[in-house]
T-cell receptor, first 109, second 111 residues
Framework: QKEVEQNSGPLSVPEGAIASLNCTYSDRGSQSFFWYRQYSGKSPELIMFIYSNGDKEDGRFTAQLNKASQYVSLLIRDSQPSDSATYLCAVSYGQNFVFGPGTRLSVLP | DAGITQSPRHKVTETGTPVTLRCHQT?????MYWYRQDPGHGLRLIHY???????DKGEVSDGYSVSRSKTEDFLLTLESATSSQTSVYFC??????????FGPGTRLLVL
């Protein structure tokens, strides 16, 4: 059984701070790693994907991948109240995707 | 989700009735997926398709069937709806190993 784990939260950070979201996965055969944001009552939308070990930056977002530790993280710099949402980590195995349960982030003004 | 639509968006039905949800895409993507999302479980794969008439089961396929007779349409059927199938259903599409794009979702309530 391929598993993806995340802390359910809520994770609360003040506006302007760095939010750090973490994800672990069970299968070393995982190929690609994704972070989605989901607002309440809406569908998931892609924030970033990462394939290789190391960091990948896109604006205020940085994804970090450590395959040896089977660990993926998402950093959100200068957090804004509009970042308040549930963040889903997903891992792909070939053409299948396994999602974590999501971490609820609350950015306090 | 501009290139993906789902219908209906909301549905209330009774236990034991058949229900069909439709996913329609205009992106010509090869892969299509049906997920359900429930509190505490995240998104769980029901079935997916890798081409016309080519489908396979996902993690929670019991009680569900799918069909794909055209590239753009992927149908999910609950053969005899049960209360445990009350959920939000999302369709997704992808091409290659790239990311998935999600439709707006269908809220299904089985009484």
């Amino acid at each position: 059984q391929k598993e993806v784990e995340q802390n359910s939260g809520p994770l609360s950070v003040p506006e302007g701070a760095i939010a750090s979201l973490n994800c672990t996965y069970s299968d070393r055969g995982s190929q690609s790693f994704f972070w989605y944001r989901q607002y309440s009552g809406k569908s998931p939308e892609l924030i970033m994907f990462i394939y290789s070990n190391g960091d990948k930056e896109d604006g205020r977002f940085t994804a970090q991948l450590n395959k040896a530790s089977q660990y993926v993280s998402l950093l959100i710099r200068d957090s804004q109240p509009s970042d308040s949402a549930t963040y889903l980590c997903a891992v792909s195995y070939g053409q299948n995707f396994v999602f974590g349960p999501g971490t609820r982030l609350s950015v306090l003004p | 989700d501009a290139g993906i639509t789902q219908s209906p968006r909301h549905k209330v039905t009774e236990t034991g009735t058949p229900v069909t949800l439709r996913c329609h895409q205009t992106e010509n993507h090869r892969y299509m997926y049906w997920y359900r999302q429930d509190p505490g479980h995240g998104l769980r794969l029901i079935h997916y398709s890798y081409g016309v008439k080519d489908t396979d089961k996902g993690e929670v396929s019991d009680g569900y069937s799918v069909s794909r007779s055209k590239t753009e349409d992927f149908l999910l059927t609950l053969e005899s709806a049960t209360s445990s199938q009350t959920s939000v259903y999302f369709c997704a599409i992808s091409e290659g190993r790239e990311t998935q794009y999600f439709g707006p979702g269908t809220r299904l309530l089985v009484l």
